[in-house]
């Protein structure tokens, strides 16, 4: 997701996005949510137990962009525009 790093999810949309992909996950395995398979069983059949979902990956990403912005330069815009909304929380 392109510019996810910046932005601020709410929790209820954190659910929907995982809601979501679940959803992508069981079409193709042919479990409907009538069938009351666990969510884990579906990651299992459909090979990505192991990896990460789409929030951990906005969370590194996140991460990453944060750290980016540690090491700017101090006049560069995104930097002080980090710094000015800190102030405010």
């Known amino acids: 997701m392109y510019g996810a790093e910046v932005l601020?999810?709410?929790t209820r949309e954190i659910n929907k996005i995982l809601?979501?992909?679940?959803?992508v996950l069981r079409r193709p395995a042919r479990k409907?949510?009538?069938?009351r398979i666990?969510?884990?069983?579906?990651?299992?059949i459909m090979g990505v137990k192991e990896k990460p979902d789409i929030v951990?990956?906005?969370e590194r990403e996140r991460l990453q962009w944060y750290g980016h912005v540690k090491r700017m330069q101090e006049e560069r815009l995104?930097?002080?525009?980090?710094?000015?909304?800190?102030?405010y929380m």
């Open 32 to 35: 409907s949510r009538m069938e």
């Open 8 to 10: 601020q999810i709410p």
């Open 38 to 44: 666990k969510n884990e069983h579906i990651k299992e």
């Open 78 to 87: 995104p930097k002080l525009t980090f710094k000015n909304l800190a102030s």
């Open 56 to 58: 951990d990956i906005i």
């Open 19 to 23: 809601s979501t992909a679940m959803d």
